[in-house]
């Protein structure tokens, strides 16, 4: 069995994919490297094959009809055999010395009988153009240097939550759990991180800038004119973590932190969507707005109460343009802290 199973969801991707393969490969017969192409209609398959012929016992390449990322997610899932699993996107990169630093502590803690449920680095937002590099740390939310637990885990700054380029997840867990995205649809990492933590019982944490988060092509899906247009993906993706919420609610009310923290992450998700809605300056979108805060009132008054009061909630709500300066004010605040396009 392989320690860590990696997945490297293609469409497309044969102007950059390379970058990202080639930083993996350092970690040698410790990780399996699967390449899926969703139904590319480049050279992307070719090039997976190449690695695959140079690499045949760490490259593993997987062809597939189109299905989107959350289907490309799901393959990898299906396919692993690592002990752990970790999604690295086909147009970023990770960090060689910090690379084989999880590796080796990986392989330590499974010396001393420890298998953990989540491992969590570093992300560094490597944004088209700046040339100072904003990097998502935990140092002061969660513990170091130890297996820990969801009760010693600290607060968690505004902005500072844990993205699919934070986490490596036990495979195991991740089909335990039921995990399975959704199809055709962008923005499904979210889910990607969100659906499991209930189930995560510990956790290590290592303070390595590991990942590196591509942020400047035009054609990006987190792109803000992209968001926008696609604003009925980004809604659908809210609304599934808000029933899973509510469906898992007695697993999660049964840990006070992991309610906390998942409520959070809700709030960032509707105030990400929220304010694209507004900023859009369409009517129809200012419907869909109402409608995505009565649909969380419905399923769930506590939560809809809940980020009512969070972040940007009372605010996203305000009518006339006081409430539309206030908004913009918010999402100012929201591209500076979240980096979201």
Known sequence: MKLLSIAVPCYNSSAYMRQCIDSLLP???????????????????????????????IIKVIDKENGGHGSGVNTGIEQATGLYFKVVDSDDWVNQSAYIQILDKLKDLLKEGNSIDMFISNFVYEKEGEKRKKVMKYH???????????????????????????????????????????????YVDNIFVFN???????????????????????????????????????????????????????????????????????????????????????????????????YIKTKDKWLWMRL???LLGNAMNLPGKIGRKITVDGYKICQKVFHFN
């Open 140 to 186: 002061h939310a969660l513990p170091q240097d130890k297996i820990f637990t969801w009760k010693d885990v600290h607060h968690f700054r505004v902005g500072q939550y844990m993205l699919m380029h934070s986490v490596i997840y036990r495979t195991e867990l991740l089909r335990e759990c039921g995990l399975k995205l959704p199809e055709h649809t962008f």
């Open 308 to 310: 009512r009061s969070g």
């Open 196 to 294: 499991p933590l209930p189930f995560v019982k510990n956790m290590y944490y290592l303070d390595v800038n590991f990942y590196r988060y591509y942020i400047g092509r035009a054609d990006q899906s987190v792109n803000e004119q992209i968001m926008i247009g696609r604003i009925d993906q980004q809604i659908m993706v809210n609304k599934l973590m808000v029933d899973y919420y509510v469906s898992e609610k007695s697993r999660i009310l049964t840990n006070g932190k992991v309610k906390k923290y998942m409520c959070n992450y809700l709030d960032i998700i509707t105030t990400v969507s929220s304010v694209l809605l507004i900023r859009s300056e369409l009517p129809e979108n200012l419907e869909k707005k109402k409608e995505l805060w009565n």
């Open 27 to 57: 970690g040698g017969e410790d990780v399996e490297i699967i390449i899926i192409n969703d139904g590319s209609s480049d050279n992307t398959l070719d090039i997976a094959q190449e690695y695959k012929t140079q690499f045949p016992t």
